[in-house]
């Protein structure tokens, strides 16, 4: 058989994080009781002006310079027209012709190295309503909440090859959106959106095959699915000597497959003018300047600096910079005067364990910094041992408790007066004769078992190490 490559370019759309719409002062707030945040202008009335909303035009300039992109400094919105229910105006007001970032790109880790993803552009528009397809009455309701929401669409160049790069793309855009605060970038919720490009062609071949574009993508795992299905399906289409028909598909992630949803339509049937409505927006040099002092530090330079500042392993600064709320917590903690490998450590270990274990976000993390940093403490002084630690720590992750009251409250420093630990260390040498005796002869492997002997004497609250040292004082003088 023929050896195939795919052929993958994303189309992204991005949420902006607003309080209000793109052209009206309705709230963007999710979950909403339907058509409560709705006006004239977000639902079409005739004779309704739109204004841009300052915000969005901000969001997207930090995105695109966040992406390496040129900024047109004259750009214009257009409309495209077409009619859909969601859509009350018949348009949608988007960017056509100069849309306000270019010619960016992005760096990505893949298993053979770093590689650039090149972006086409980044265009604004506003988003559609939602459509509820009601089975009972077997009708469909519409919800304007959503219209008029700013997006900003991020169009890459075909530069991904397969779906573990897609993954690496789409999660660079996720954790870059999130540090600039432009978007939270919940494929659940719809605040990321994904729809994917996709042709096959022959190893070696230089030109592209006839793409699909499949939508209704809303997880990672659905859309490394999507690229498999779809990669075989075009396969077997140019095997049979048939053609690929450039189209839209909708991916079923239940049947794990696609169906066609509509031929693909080109530019020209969308009947795309600019909008009357909307002055040309002129983005001045002392903005981007102003907006580039401000860009904030993201994902990859903060694992740099995490690996040579901290002396973290790669794996851990990347786990740490995954979530902005971990990296915060990371940072925070450090401030608190925690050490900062120890913090990592319990951050990249108990933390996210225990995150995943309850099903919940970084972002929810309940305990102060400056608790983290008195346990990591109380741990480095001996007051409390490795096991005591994570138990105090299973607490504070649940009600963020001060460690130092809790220890002292139950009770659970390690006793370290080692009068009581020489007599326990004694009466357990005394009554296990024969491990005793094996010690004394060489056989050092059985110091465990007498250590963990004394520890449970002790109800746990000694120091393992300098129980061990102990015995080994009583055994051999
Ligand atoms: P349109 O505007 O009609 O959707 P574009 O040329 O802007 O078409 O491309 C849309 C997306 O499709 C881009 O992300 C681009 O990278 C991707 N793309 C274009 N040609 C191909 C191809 N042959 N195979 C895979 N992806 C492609
Ligand atoms: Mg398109
Ligand atoms: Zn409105």
Not at 27 to 52: D, I, Q, R, Y
Not at 284 to 307: G, N, T
Request: negative net charge.
């Amino acid at each position: 058989m023929k050896q195939y490559e795919t052929v993958i370019g994303l189309e992204v759309h991005v949420e902006l994080a607003t309080k209000t719409k793109i052209f009206c002062g309705c709230s963007t707030a999710f979950g909403a009781a339907p058509n409560t945040h709705v006006c004239p202008v977000c639902t079409g009335m005739p004779g309704s002006l739109p204004v841009l909303n300052r915000q969005v035009v901000e969001f997207a300039l930090k995105a695109g310079l966040a992406l390496n992109c040129e900024i047109n400094q004259f750009c214009k919105f257009d409309r495209k027209n077409y009619f859909y229910p969601d859509n009350p105006q018949n348009y949608q007001i988007s960017q056509l012709y100069l849309p306000i970032c270019h010619d960016g790109f992005v760096e990505i880790e893949t298993g053979s190295g770093t590689k650039k993803v090149r972006i086409h552009e980044i265009h604004m528009e506003e988003d559609a309503g939602k459509l509820v397809h009601d089975d009972w009455t077997d009708s469909s309701l519409v919800d304007y909440n959503r219209s008029g929401v700013p997006l900003i669409e991020i169009v890459s160049e075909p530069d991904m090859r397969s779906a573990d790069e897609v993954i690496a793309y789409l999660t660079c855009l996720q954790s870059t959106m999130q540090y600039l605060g432009v978007s939270d970038c919940r494929l659940q919720e719809g605040s990321m959106r994904a729809d994917v490009n996709l042709s096959v062609r022959e190893v070696g071949s230089s030109a592209f095959g006839t793409r699909t574009e499949m939508k209704n993508l809303n997880s990672f795992k659905a859309i490394a699915r999507a690229i498999d299905g779809e990669r075989e399906r075009q396969i077997e289409l140019i095997e049979e000597g048939k053609s690929v028909i450039q189209e839209t598909r909708r991916w079923d992630d239940n049947k794990e497959s696609s169906h066609a949803m509509r031929s693909k339509e080109d530019a020209k049937d969308y009947r795309y003018f600019p909008d009357p409505d909307l002055p040309p927006i002129t983005i001045s040099d002392e903005w981007i300047a102003k907006i580039k002092s401000e860009q904030p530090e993201l994902k990859r330079e903060k694992a740099a600096r995490y690996q040579s500042e901290y002396g973290l392993s790669a794996y851990d600064a990347d786990l740490l910079t995954g979530d902005k709320a971990l990296a915060e917590r990371f940072e925070a903690s450090i401030a608190a005067g925690a050490a900062p490998k120890k913090a990592a450590n319990w951050l990249t270990g108990e933390t996210l364990r225990l995150l995943k274990e309850k099903n919940m976000e970084p972002g929810e993390i309940r305990f102060a910094p400056e608790h983290l940093a008195a346990l990591i403490l109380l741990f480095e002084k001996g007051v409390i041992n490795n096991q005591t630690a994570k138990e105090v720590f299973a607490v504070m992750f649940d009600g963020d408790v001060d460690p130092e009251t809790y220890v002292s409250e139950h009770g659970l420093k390690m006793e370290s007066d080692s009068g009581l630990l020489t007599e326990t260390v004694k009466k357990i040498i005394d009554a296990n004769p024969k491990a005793a005796g094996e010690l004394r002869e060489g056989k050092d492997k059985v110091i465990g078992f007498l250590v963990g002997q004394v520890m449970r004497e002790m109800k746990g609250k000694a120091d393992p190490a300098l129980v061990g040292d102990l015995i080994r004082k009583q055994i051999f003088g």
